[in-house]
């Protein structure tokens, strides 16, 4: 992922490649199953934003697209409204959700000049993501205020 912002307005982008592959030495079996399935659901789904329609309908499409292939998208995965200085509004378009999560998970309606990023996540396993022994090393800073103390304390936060 790449991604700027101008005055609080942010723009990401996102882009899978197969390092060595070539016009000869083409991507084939489930690789290529999984790399087409995430092209094609993306497709659908920048068709499918558009001012009416509802999120409920992306999920489904890249539900279908995925399945099509015999693949699946990651469960829980979320694309998000982006707005001033944030890149997780309010609306948002949920992967492969479990029924928990259906349940969870707001219907939203698709409005004029809103922006989201769209992030389209297709597995050829079991659509489950798994954390690793890795450190986390990127951070988000959360919305919460405190009252520091020390003026170098507020001038961090």
Do not use: W
Request: some cysteine; overall charge neutral.
């Amino acid at each position: 992922d790449l991604g700027a912002h101008i005055d609080g307005f942010i723009a990401v982008v996102a882009h899978t490649l197969v390092v060595g592959a070539s016009n000869e030495a083409k991507v084939d079996g489930r690789k290529a199953d999984v790399i087409l399935a995430a092209h094609l659901a993306a497709e659908a789904a920048l068709r499918l934003v558009r001012p009416g329609s509802e999120n409920n309908a992306v999920t489904d499409a890249i539900q279908k697209v995925s399945e099509s292939f015999k693949c699946k998208p990651i469960s829980g995965m979320l694309s998000h409204q982006l707005k001033q200085f944030r890149i997780d509004g309010e609306k948002s378009i949920i992967q492969n959700p479990t029924e928990a999560q259906k349940k969870d998970h707001e219907k939203c309606e698709f409005e004029v000049n809103e922006v989201y990023a769209i992030d389209v996540l297709i597995s050829t396993g079991e659509g489950k993501g798994r954390e690793l022994d890795s450190k986390t090393t990127v951070y988000k800073k959360t919305d919460e205020v405190y009252q520091l103390k020390m003026k170098a304390s507020r001038a961090f936060y």
